[in-house]
């Protein structure tokens, strides 16, 4: 017979077998499996830390540059969006600001993509329009400022 404890760490290998998961989101999971003492969840999290399965501050950084890549976000929306899954904002501060982003070339870049909407558009409907996508995609007003000055 499985231990709660061999269930839980073979449900948490399974969940990270299909995606990365932060320490708090793989708590969730395991605490909405209602097996297992406190202790069995909390032995398998320091189990998976230890193996290096799970770590903040990897996913965090990796999180970060994956934004940067594909889904170019200001900052603050990444912030934001680290903070849902359950990342401290120590952890957060520190990749954000380690890891050089440069929120007017993510911004350009945003633009360049919403091209084909902006070039329908002149003058001042053309400024409100930059300024309501930089600022939707979390970016802050000195950056947004900057980029509406360059397109």
């Known amino acids: 017979m499985r231990t709660d404890y061999e269930i839980l760490i ?3 290998l399974k969940l990270l077998s299909g995606k990365r998961y932060t320490e708090n989101e793989i708590l969730k999971k395991l605490r909405a ?3 297992g003492a406190g202790d069995d969840i909390l032995n398998v999290i320091a189990r998976l830390k230890e193996y290096k399965y799970i770590n903040d501050n990897d996913y965090a950084k990796d999180f970060i540059n994956n934004r940067a890549k594909f889904a170019p976000r200001g900052k603050r929306l990444i912030a934001l969006e680290l903070r849902k899954k359950g990342i401290c904002k120590e952890i957060i501060k520190h990749e954000l600001s380690s890891g050089g982003l440069n929120e007017l070339e993510l911004a350009l870049e945003v633009l360049k993509r919403k091209k084909s909407t ?3 558009l002149t003058g001042q ?3 409100e329009k930059i300024f309501l996508i930089l600022a939707s ?3 802050d007003f000195d950056t ?3 980029a509406v000055a360059q397109c």
């Open 10 to 12: 073979e449900y948490a």
């Open 33 to 35: 499996k209602k097996i």
């Open 118 to 120: 902006l070039k329908k």
């Open 125 to 127: 409907k053309k400024k």
């Open 137 to 139: 995609k979390g970016f």
């Open 144 to 146: 947004i400022y900057k």
